[in-house]
């Protein structure tokens, strides 16, 4: 299963942003200022023992890190003869692993001297992380979102308002994720000396995809440390759910020096394998740019960008994280994916094992999990980042399954 690999993993992107024949920075001239200012800024932020200690304190005192390594006894114990344990980036506050990417972007925003935010959000949790992380500094919040999107989260739409944002409905094209993230870039070209974009996950432009994954790093360090702390040595394989990629490249940044543990990326299978029914980039897709990087897109014979469906909205983008590209053409990391239906099954499993409700994002990791768990030998273990927790899914699972809850 391992593959060798160069110490190089450790030292993307390059000073113009690639990751190998990844990512880059693909953005008209009005755009170019305002990304070398937030690199520049970034870069000094990294230098400043400030930064460090104020950001550590507010996701130590306010968003509830470290976040436990909780071994699932009851479901190992189904599984077979391994031990699982699960990252709970689900008990953070908002309930998933945004809060980290947000605090640290916002805390940027500010030393650049920015008061205005926007952001764009699909199912609504990077919305409702940018729009808590501006609240507490009392920055001005406006989110774009696809007016299909504001129906089917209407309850993420109220808690945006509640926090203070104005959400704006996006009303081109499918009305979802991707004319979201134009409308929130093309309102970032018009006032780029007021406003930061905090974008949600490791995409977007250099340097967006190497300042979130740096964000999100903390995921997978402390999930390092717990493990020789608690079971003396690392997992066997290393399990996340891959939408933009943020939570598992955080997640596998952590072990990327240590070659005996199995990185394993999970995408949406979705309904099936027809083009338009998954988000499976790296079964179907092929290189392109999507809104500012380089990676695999999923699109049609034309280039046209083309549909996803998952279970989960957090999953359904059509391009993937450029680092994840990296790791794959390096053997560094598998990419994997897992049907809606068994997304659900992964659901009901933690859920009625463990007690712990999973978001559908996350059920996709744990669904993977059952699967290779029965194929492992005896006494390996597994760790699964648990990416989000499940109560904004509720409703949604339970209209699926059609039965009475
Ligand atoms: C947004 C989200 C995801 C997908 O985003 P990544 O950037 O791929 O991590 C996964 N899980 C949860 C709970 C989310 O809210």
């Not at 390594?69 to 479901?75: F, I, N, P």
Request: hydrophobic residues 40%; glycine residues 10%.
């Amino acid at each position: 299963m391992q593959k060798t690999h160069s110490p190089s993993l450790l030292t993307v992107p390059d000073s113009s942003g690639y990751y190998g024949p990844y990512g880059g920075r693909f953005a008209p001239e009005s755009l170019m200022e305002a990304l070398l200012q937030l690199e520049v800024e970034y870069n000094k932020a990294l230098q400043d023992p400030r930064f460090k200690e104020e950001l550590e304190e507010l996701l130590k005192n306010y968003a509830g890190r470290p976040t436990p390594l909780y071994y699932a006894k009851r479901l190992s114990s189904i599984l077979g003869e391994v031990k699982v344990y699960l990252k709970r980036e689900d008990l953070l506050h908002t309930g998933a692993h945004k809060i980290n990417n947000t605090l640290g972007q916002v805390l940027l925003a500010r030393r650049m001297g920015k008061k205005r935010i926007v952001a764009e959000t699909g199912a609504g949790q990077h919305g409702v992380a940018t729009a808590t992380a501006c609240a507490l500094f009392g920055l001005e919040c406006r989110i774009y979102m696809g007016e299909v999107d504001m129906e089917r989260q209407a309850l993420n739409v109220t808690r945006m308002k509640m926090l203070g944002a104005e959400v704006v409905a996006v009303k081109v094209g499918q009305r979802t994720l991707k004319e979201a993230i134009n409308e929130a870039m093309r309102d970032w070209v018009t006032h780029i000396r007021t406003t930061h974009y905090v974008l949600g996950s490791a995409l977007g432009p250099h340097p967006y995809p190497m300042i979130v994954r740096n964000f999100q790093k903390v995921i997978g360090e402390e999930c390092r440390e717990q493990f020789l702390r608690q079971e003396g040595r690392l997992p066997d394989v290393a399990i996340a759910c891959v939408g933009g990629g943020s939570n598992a490249i955080g997640f596998f940044y952590g072990f990327l020096s240590d070659p005996q543990v199995q990185l394993v990326g999970v995408e949406a299978g979705g309904k099936g394998e027809k083009l338009g029914d998954h988000a499976a980039r790296f079964a179907s897709g092929r290189l392109g740019i999507l809104h500012g990087t380089k990676t695999f897109v999923l699109q049609d014979d034309d280039g046209q960008i083309a549909l996803t469906h998952s279970v989960s909205a957090g999953l359904d983008y059509p391009a993937v994280g450029p680092e994840h590209a990296f790791l794959r053409d390096h053997s560094r990391a598998l990419y994997t994916k897992v049907s809606d239906e068994e997304a659900l099954e992964g659901f009901f499993l933690l859920s009625k094992t463990e007690g712990i409700l999973p978001a559908l994002e996350s059920a996709h990791a744990v669904a993977y999990c059952m699967k290779i768990c029965r194929q492992l030998p005896k006494g390996s273990i597994v760790a699964v980042n648990l990416s989000g927790r499940g109560d904004k899914d509720v409703s949604q699972v339970a209209s699926l399954q059609q039965k009475a809850f």
